[in-house]
């Protein structure tokens, strides 16, 4: 069975620093490309980032692109989000999930929280 | 950027009775190399996280009931419900994977009547 944990979420200044993990589990995260979705409290779905499975290649978002970086380590199965110089509008639970733009996202974590505020 | 573009964006149902929704393109989605199309259908439950319902325009994910079915072109795109459960409620999404960056429809949330 295919699991997808977050965690490292919480309560961070702005202009502060945050990074998450995303613990995968059932597969070997090395073959699959990975995403980071967010959704800010009652709004929608907003794509973050991806990463290929075949040369971990990255791809942003204009609004993160510069500050957010994600990375892997195959060996511990684990995705994660490095995330800089936050803002207020980064507020959001932050959702990982498995697929990228050549796989639909078919596995989702529950999320976690990232809340931004001084 | 892709722009999606739902209607109706709020949707009140009555069990048993068909539904559906629109999604629709600022560009064409489909890949001319390999004829697919990357749009892509997720069901967000309250309290959920999102789930795939429907991926590349009609292909119904693992486990997703047969009363759901995808079909369109390659700028607009129908998700249908042949006939609506109560546990359908939730706001539903679509999502455009044909190029970076993935971008999202703002929901439709389906509610029952």
Redesign the interface.
Known sequence: EVQLLESGGGLVQPGGSLRLSCVVSGITLSRYGM?W?RQAPGE????VS?ISGSDSTT????SVKGRFTTSRDNSKNTLYLQMNSLRAEDTAVY?CAKG???L???Y????TLVIVSS | DIVLTQTPLFLPVTPGEPASISCRSSKSVSDNDDGNTYLDWYLQKPGQSPQLLIYMLGYRASGVPDRFSGTGSSTEFTLKISRVEAEDVGIYYCVQRIEFPLTFGPGTKVEIK
Do not use: A, K, N
């Open positions: 995403s979705i929608g779905l907003e794509w991806s791809y942003y978002g204009g959702y990228w733009r050549r639909p996202h078919d989702w974590g529950p999320g």
